[in-house]
């Protein structure tokens, strides 16, 4: 059993900035990469930032320079730090992460129910 239960969500003025949380817990063996994505009304979820177990980061162009992606593996835990917040950031944003259970020989890939972001103009 697995869960992704994500935090920091809200509004906040454009030019504002928040810090979305998401903790993994469970029966965790290990987890590979953890990041996240986000989905506006009536377009196609994204991906927004991604860490790898390696350390590795990689970032939508949209939000190159005002995002910033960070995890505490002690934690299980992977962070959004989000800067200089414009309106088109407006969207449910959902945790993502690849673990391994314990018992198994493989990951598979794990979804947060996602936490709203709005930002007002």
């Known amino acids: 059993q697995v869960q992704l239960v994500e935090s920091g969500g809200g509004l906040v003025q454009a030019g504002g900035s928040l810090r979305l949380s998401c903790a993994a817990s469970?029966?965790?063996?290990?987890?590979?990469?953890m990041g996240w994505y986000r989905q506006a009304p009536g377009k196609q979820r994204e991906l927004v930032a991604v860490f790898t177990s390696s350390g590795s980061t990689n970032y939508a162009d949209s939000v190159l320079g005002r995002f910033t992606v960070s995890r505490d593996n002690a934690k299980n835990t992977v962070y959004l730090q989000m800067n200089s917040l414009r309106p088109e950031d407006t969207a449910i944003y959902y945790c993502?992460?690849?673990?391994?259970?314990?018992?198994?020989?493989?990951?598979?890939?794990?979804w947060g129910q996602g936490t709203q972001v709005t930002v007002s103009s």
């Open positions: 469970g029966t965790i063996f290990s987890i590979g990469a």
């Open positions: 993502n992460a690849n673990i391994r259970r314990t018992g198994q020989t493989f990951s598979y890939t794990y």
